[in-house]
């Protein structure tokens, strides 16, 4: 089991932006996509974004596109997911979560993830 660790949450005004942190240290990092997920109170679990290993493709949902942009760095063994322009709405727990299956060229809401961090809180004020 690979231990992921979050940081970067906080509590910010509508419009403004912060930027997660994911670590996953092991040699294991670079071979999985990675992707955050972010569940809000009463609700479900949500798939947010994702990136393949090769840090070539992502994938957003509709509500975050052109917002909010995952990154990695192999070096690092590290993932960041910037978010702008921040909305109420984006108020949630965030996690990120490693990739089950290594190597894989595309990413989407449907690809299977395995190891999950313990989140961090992001709170947008109106």
């Known amino acids: 089991q690979v231990q992921l660790v979050e940081s970067g949450g906080g509590l910010v005004q509508a419009g403004g932006s912060l930027r997660l942190s994911c670590r996953a240290p092991?040699?294991?990092?670079?071979?999985?996509?990675m992707g955050w997920f972010r569940q809000a109170p009463g609700k479900e679990r949500q798939f947010v974004a994702a990136?393949?290993?090769?840090?070539?493709?992502?994938y957003y949902i509709d509500s975050v596109k052109g917002r909010f942009t995952i990154s990695r760095d192999n070096s690092k063994s590290t993932v960041y997911l910037q978010m702008n322009s921040l909305k109420p709405e984006d108020t949630a727990v965030y996690y990120c979560?490693?990739?089950?299956?290594?190597?894989?060229?595309?990413?989407?809401?449907?690809?299977?993830?395995?190891?999950w961090g313990q989140g961090t809180q992001v709170t947008v004020s109106s």
């Open positions: 990136i393949t290993w090769s840090g070539y493709s992502t």
């Open positions: 979560a490693l990739g089950l299956n290594p190597f894989q060229s595309t990413v989407t809401p449907k690809t299977d993830f395995a190891s």
């Open positions: 092991g040699r294991t990092f670079s071979s999985y996509a």
